[in-house]
Nanobody, 124 residues
Framework: QESLVESGGGSVQAGESLRLSCTHP???????LAWFRQAPGKEREGVAAISANGRSAYGDFVEGRFTISKDNAKTTLYLQLTDLKAEDTAVYYC???????????????????WGQGTQVTVSS
């Protein structure tokens, strides 16, 4: 059974940075990969994604603060978070789909493999 494992969450002050990691046991070129987040009482929203064909997408709220990348050799997906704000506080999830997503990269229903999530807490 395929699984994803996130790490790197934590508690930081506003303006600080974190790097989230997500490990996956299969070659990344076969998968579209994404980061989502969910804050208490809110719906899950797309943060950033990379399709299997290399196309990337970011949520409007990112505004250049976050960067998604992957290390194919290590089968690891990363999310670099900079200039964090209190409203970035959420559980961050890694997701994957074994397909090239042309549209809907940031739509959670398009992914069928999920990690357990890692908490990011930002204090103002």
């Amino acid at each position: 059974q395929e699984s994803l494992v996130e790490s790197g969450g934590g508690s930081v002050q506003a303006g600080e940075s974190l790097r989230l990691s997500c490990t996956h046991p299969r070659p990344h070129h076969q998968y579209s990969l994404a980061w989502f987040r969910q804050a208490p009482g809110k719906e899950r929203e797309g943060v950033a994604a990379i399709s299997a064909n290399g196309r990337s997408a970011y949520g409007d709220f990112v505004e250049g603060r976050f960067t998604i990348s992957k290390d194919n050799a290590k089968t690891t997906l990363y999310l670099q978070l900079t200039d964090l704000k209190a409203e970035d506080t959420a559980v961050y999830y890694c997701a994957a789909r074994r397909a090239i997503l042309i549209n809907g990269l940031l739509v959670p229903e398009n992914y069928h493999i999920w990690g357990q999530g890692t908490q990011v807490t930002v204090s103002s």
